[in-house]
């Protein structure tokens, strides 16, 4: 069985408006979509990266948008199973958040550490930047729409030219196609998007990391955790009283090993329906992002629409 946290690293290592909160935003400028000649600082906040691990596709892929990566040493570093010691990591990334001159900031890596580095005194710059990733580094996706800063993009930076193409799409501000899952709970429902790995956000519960999901379109994924699993951290959702004032929910792929389940057993696809199920609002589920492919990017704090009878996600513009 390959180990969870090689999985998210292999998973990972792969203008948006209106932006809405439950908070109020005033004084947030609204963010510009990445132009040609934008400057792109790429960090790797989580597990170290082997270091025959190839970048020019991304190189490439930027070059090509007219996007100009910047990809320091420091993202190739180890220490222990981190790219760098705490302090390090969250150094590097204050460096790039604090330059006024780094349009936006891409995540390399994935595995574990993100929640480090908050934990370590990373704070995010009043200014907000774009930022793609997702996996160990939806922790800092998630802490930067807590600290109410737009720009925050869950998806993996490798994928098809179809998939790069969205998120290209996303942080230039041109308009993206709905994604199609299978509806499970009808009504229609409207709110900003939250989107997560299940995971990750379930140990920033109780931290002043995890935003406010009241109003929100939950969007859940994971990997590498069997549904007994799945289960058990939806039901620490559901004591906290953290799904009760959502406006829907959707996942997107959930895997596991196959000999995690034994007969008569919840399926994946039981159990999540039968914990989200009975909430009242639209539910989605199969939506084609995660780990693995297709991994669509979507924009943390869009308005978005979930479609409970059709299976659709789309956003509002």
Partial sequence: MLHRRRLLISGAAAAVTPWLTGRVMAGVSPLAPLRPGARIRAVNPGTWIEPERDLTPLISRCAAEGWRLEIPDSVMQQWRYFSATD????????????????????????????????EAGFRFSSQPKWTLGFSDSSSLLLAQWAAGLPGAVHGSLGGSDEHWQRSVNLLSGKPVKALQGAGLRAGTARGPLVVTNLTVATHLIGTPWLPSLNGALLVL????????????????????????????????????????????????????????????????????????????????GALAQLDGRRGQLSLVR
Wanted: glycine share 12%.
């Fill in 87 to 118: 302090r390090n990591r969250a150094d590097d990334l204050a460096a790039a958040w604090r330059d006024p001159t780094v349009d936006a900031v891409f995540y390399l890596g994935g595995g574990w550490g993100g929640a480090r580095v908050l």
């Fill in 221 to 300: 994924e994971d990997v590498g955790e069997a549904p007994y699993r799945i289960d058990r951290m939806l039901t620490q959702w559901r004591s906290a009283g953290l799904l009760n004032n959502l406006a829907g929910v959707a996942c997107g792929r959930f895997s596991w090993a196959e000999d995690d389940i034994l007969p008569g057993d919840f399926s994946m696809e039981e159990i999540l329906e039968e914990r989200l199920g009975d909430l009242g609002i639209p539910l989605v589920l199969n939506l084609p992002l995660g780990h693995g492919q297709p991994n669509h990017s979507l924009p943390l």
